[in-house]
Each structure stands twice: as C-alpha cells, then as structure tokens.
C-alpha cells in the first residue's frame, strides 16, 4: 500500500523553495495557489515536515496571504501570527495571554477593549512573532487558480497530513505549548480541516502530475 504522506513530501521537496525575504523572487510566486510552511527542526523521515498547508479566498492575493503571515504585525490578519503568539504567552504563562485573544478588528472592539489591551506590548510580541517566523520558517507552493479547486485540495491535504499515523512534531516544537489541542495533537499550525476526507491515492496522482 502507497504511502501518500511520505510521496506528498518528496514531491513537495523537489518543488522550489522560498525564504525570507521571498520579495525579490516574487515573481516566481504565483499569483493563486495552495502554499506549504516547513520549520526549522521539524521532520519527517529524511524530509522537511509540512507544518502548515492554506490558501486564499480573494483572486489573485497569495502573495497577500504570504505577507500576512510574515510581514504585517497584525494577529487579527493571520490566524497562523495570532497561534504562535498564543504559543510565546502560554510557554512563559504570561496572563496577557487573555487579551491576546480579543479581536480588536473592529472600532467597537477596540473602544469596548481599550483598558485592557496594552497597544506597547503586543507592538513588541508582534516583533517578536515577525522575526521567528521570517528566521524558521520557508514554504513551497502549488499553482492552483481556480478557489474552489484550491479549497477542495486544501482540505485533503491537510486532513492527510493530521491522520498520518507516523508523524510526529519534535518534542521541541513550539507549537507543543499552543492552547489548542488541536494544534498539539496534530503537530499542524491550524486547526480547521484536521479531521475530513483525505486524499485517495488516485486524488495525489492527480496533484502530482496537474500542478
């Protein structure tokens, strides 16, 4: 029986591979598609491990997606910032790690929150995420233009990833002090998608010779 997790990385592995700063290859990166975070330290077999699979609703924005994550300093922009924030807090048992969870998107929120949050802080554990990530992370990505497409592999590949029996995250990963169980148990940083179908053999064939 084929080992589809193990496949999906080494054909993840020969695709290129993009590093902070990826903006003076941007225009290798195309313009919709599915991307991949690998992290320093994370592995699986002789592979780098995914420990990160998403996407993008609006046409034309992973670029824009990738710089969320990596660039802007705005927990409530990137669900993937707003975790490994959570991950700093509750590591040190820091009890801002409850104002950390407030979404402050919105004027009410922030006039309803105002007391609470302390704006010098979270400017330096924004800081604080931008350079973990910009040092330990990289990612591959696949072109995939249409969203509904993107969605549907999304989905597979990331329940794929989380039902792998033989993966683990290292005991040092820092995703082990997350508040979500999810994240722990499925050594993923997401928590959406963990547990539907996954890719049949015939459904990865399809991705390794379309994309």
């Given amino acids: 029986m084929r080992n ?3 496949e999906m990385h080494q054909l993840l592995s020969e695709r290129e591979r993009f590093y902070f700063p990826f903006k003076k290859n941007i225009d290798r990166i195309p313009n919709n598609g599915i991307y991949f975070l690998f992290e320093k330290g994370e592995t699986y077999k002789e592979f780098d491990r995914v420990v990160r699979v998403g996407t993008h609703n609006g046409p034309n924005r992973l670029s824009t997606r990738l710089n969320q994550h990596f660039l802007i ?30 979404d402050t ?9 105002e007391n609470f949050i302390d704006n010098i802080f979270e400017k330096q554990l924004e800081e604080r995420i931008s350079h973990y ?14 969203k509904d497409e ?3 592999w999304e989905s597979r590949m990331i329940s794929t990833l989380a039902k792998a029996k033989d993966i683990e995250a290292s005991q040092e990963w820092l995703g ?16 959406n998608e963990l547990y539907k179908d996954c890719l049949t053999e015939t459904e ?5 010779y379309s994309f």
């Fill in 4 to 6: 589809v997790v193990l």
């Fill in 73 to 102: 300093p705005k927990k409530n922009g990137s669900i993937f910032r707003k975790n490994i924030g959570r991950c700093f807090l509750n590591k040190e048992q820091n009890p801002y790690l409850k104002y950390w969870e407030i």
């Fill in 105 to 113: 998107t919105s004027r009410l929120s922030r006039k309803v929150n």
């Fill in 133 to 146: 990530i910009q040092n330990n992370f990289s990612f591959c990505v696949l072109q995939i233009n249409n």
């Fill in 150 to 152: 993107r969605l549907f």
């Fill in 176 to 191: 082990r002090h997350s508040t979500k169980e999810k994240i722990r148990v499925s050594g993923l940083w997401q928590v």
């Fill in 204 to 208: 990865f064939d399809q991705i390794k």
